[in-house]
């Protein structure tokens, strides 16, 4: 799974919209002005960045060596994925799915429930 599908797959997450607050080389995914991914490429190699649980982002850092920190973010709650293809593409997809319900979840309700048209 290439970069341009990742970029594909998070946008067809309701509400999702791409923006570039960091310049055009960093695309941050965004569902209601909060970010649940960021694209980017740094030394040569594309990564990921997700929002993710503190404890389960452990797990994955200890499971993955392509899965770090989140550079330049919360190193708490995010990861960066490096993708040099060690980690399977259902897992990715998993993960992006994590980081949108993460956000979505801490959206106020009347967001959540007003619609897409109120992001």
């Not at 570039?20 to 040569?44: D, T």
């Not at 997700?50 to 709650?77: A, M, V, W």
């Not at 259902?90 to 109120?118: A, M, N, W």
Request: hydrophobic letters at 30%; proline letters at 7%; a neutral charge.
């Amino acid at each position: 799974m290439d970069s341009k599908d990742l970029f594909s797959y998070c946008l067809i997450k309701p509400g999702a919209i791409e923006d570039y607050p960091f310049g055009p080389e960093v695309i941050v995914i965004k569902i209601a002005s909060k970010m649940f991914a960021l694209l980017s490429r740094r030394n040569g190699q594309d990564n990921l960045s997700l929002k993710c649980n503190p404890d389960y982002s452990e797990i994955l850092r200890q499971q993955y060596p392509s899965i770090t920190p989140g550079y330049h973010l919360n190193k708490r709650h995010w990861n960066t994925l490096i993708l040099d293809g060690s980690i399977p593409e259902r897992e990715i997809r998993d993960l992006i799915d994590h980081s949108y319900d993460l956000v979505y979840k801490s959206l106020p309700r009347r967001v959540r429930t007003g619609g897409q048209g109120d992001w």
